[in-house]
T-cell receptor, first 116, second 116 residues
């Protein structure tokens, strides 16, 4: 069945390194979200795209985070340089804004990032 | 400010019993969508139930139902005949549209444990 996929599932890296997380939305979905989940802040929306164009990235620290959609089947979230406070689970979700249930998001399994 | 409050950090229920999780929210919008998501230990966020705010009838999905009180801005989740597999974090959320963009607000979650 159709689902959102994310790679890698786990990532451990050292402070200062570049981290790239990838997401493949459900085929045909035209909206992609990136969330970060931590114990302290809960689930926070970092950015989202519609038809590959960024619509809102106000939740994302601009100095080190960047999000792109090189094509309709791939979304990336990059952190450069990474810091220990970036340790969290990063979720991607997709939605089909053209459907009758346009409000419904489908989440990927998440990438657990640990920055040492 | 748009907020979601889940006042019960943790709850437990005996298998086969009924439990109700509370959620209140605050928004000045008149049209919005409400959700309950389940996050089991696997971390996967799973949509449990959704409610369109313009509909007065409470949504129901098998053993899951909501009590939507729009005037009180309350959206509680009732789980009937609780099963061990219902053990998870439950997040209440709502979505509003603003100037063509979509904004999702999540609560901090309620950890539910179903006891054998």
């Amino acid at each position: 069945d159709a689902r959102v996929t994310q790679t890698p599932r786990h990532k451990v890296t050292e402070m200062g390194q570049e981290v790239t997380m990838r997401c493949q939305p459900i085929l045909g979905h035209n909206t992609v979200f990136w969330y970060r989940q931590t114990m302290m802040q809960g689930l926070e929306l970092l950015a989202y795209f519609r038809n590959r164009a960024p619509l809102d990235d106000s939740g994302m620290p601009k100095d080190r985070f960047s999000a792109e959609m090189p094509d309709a089947t791939l979304a990336t979230l990059k952190i450069q340089p990474s810091e220990p406070r970036d340790s969290a689970v990063y979720f991607c979700a997709s939605a089909d804004r053209t459907s009758g249930r346009f409000d419904e998001q489908f989440f990927g399994p998440g990438t657990r990032l640990t920055v040492l | 400010a748009q907020t979601v409050t889940q006042s019960q950090p943790e709850m437990s229920v005996q298998e086969a019993e009924t439990v109700t999780l509370s959620c209140t929210y605050d928004t000045s919008e008149s049209n919005y969508y409400l959700f309950w998501y389940k996050q089991p230990p696997s971390r996967q966020m799973i949509l449990v139930i959704r409610q369109e705010a313009y509909k007065q009838q409470n949504a129901t999905e098998n053993r899951f139902s909501v009590n939507f009180q729009k005037a009180a801005k309350s959206f509680s989740l009732k789980i009937s005949d609780s099963q061990l597999g219902d053990t998870a974090m439950y997040f209440c959320a709502f979505m509003i549209t603003t100037s063509g963009t979509y904004k999702y607000i999540f609560g901090t979650g309620t950890r539910l444990k179903v006891l054998a």
